[in-house]
T-cell receptor, first 114, second 117 residues
Framework: GENVEQHPSTLSVQEGDSAVIKCTYS??????FPWYKQELGKGPQLIID?????GEKKDQRIAVTLNKTAKHFSLHITETQPEDSAVYFC?????????????FGTGTRLTVIP | DAGVIQSPRHEVTEMGQEVTLRCKPI?????LFWYRQTMMRGLELLIY????????DSGMPEDRFSAKMPNASFSTLKIQPSEPRDSAVYFC???????????????FGEGSRLTVL
């Protein structure tokens, strides 16, 4: 099955700086890579996703890059703000018929210091 | 839109007791997932349903765990008997799901925090 590894487990940045979280996956058949943000006491919420037919996707201060050859993908948050503080999870899945499982990384706790 | 609704939000019980967690998915979503979250193991998929039918329960830890989805708007996850190592946050999530494969966003509930003493 798929194995997703995520680094770092914790990350502290000064407000306004950038934050980068990296993930690797093992299954070359994986072709869908979402990122979820979990705030304290809440369930995870999708913030951005990328499919394997593109190498980069951007949404305002958030961007995700994908390197299929190396089997890794990254989340980039620019101009960080205190409200970006949360736990971020990467995930991978293979969008084959009947394959519904999202494999999650172990999470990165991001702290933005005002 | 009320989102995915889970109950109870918090449950404290004693070892050996039966625990039932409940979930109401978003109306119109036909895929439902139960996840368990712990510090040690992160987010683990326990079981998922498509059109009320269990598709993959390989993540269910053992026979003490069971899940049902009697209709499109309700699912339960039951632990009997409960043990201290079952203490975790249990999340239910739903997704519209498209015929022929998975895609798109998972919508999570706020979770049920279970503590087994």
């Amino acid at each position: 099955g798929e194995n997703v590894e995520q680094h770092p487990s914790t990350l502290s940045v000064q407000e306004g700086d950038s934050a980068v979280i990296k993930c690797t996956y093992s299954d070359s058949a994986s072709n869908y890579f979402p990122w979820y943000k979990q705030e304290l006491g809440k369930g995870p919420q999708l913030i951005i996703d990328i499919r394997s037919n593109v190498g980069e996707k951007k949404d305002q201060r958030i961007a995700v890059t994908l390197n299929k050859t190396a089997k890794h993908f990254s989340l980039h948050i620019t101009e960080t703000q205190p409200e970006d503080s949360a736990v971020y999870f990467c995930a991978a899945s293979s969008e084959q018929t009947g394959a519904n499982n999202l494999f999650f990384g172990t999470g990165t706790r991001l702290t933005v210091i005002p | 839109d009320a989102g995915v609704i889970q109950s109870p939000r918090h449950e404290v019980t004693e070892m050996g007791q039966e625990v039932t967690l409940r979930c109401k998915p978003i109306s119109g979503h036909n895929s439902l997932f139960w996840y368990r979250q712990t510090m040690m193991r992160g987010l683990e998929l326990l079981i998922y349903f498509n059109n009320n039918v269990p598709i993959d329960d390989s993540g269910m830890p053992e026979d003490r765990f069971s899940a049902k989805m009697p209709n499109a708007s309700f699912s339960t996850l039951k632990i009997q008997p409960s043990e201290p190592r079952d203490s975790a946050v249990y999340f239910c999530a739903s997704r519209p799901g498209l015929a022929g494969g998975p895609t798109g966003e998972l919508f999570f509930g706020e979770g049920s925090r279970l503590t087994v003493l």
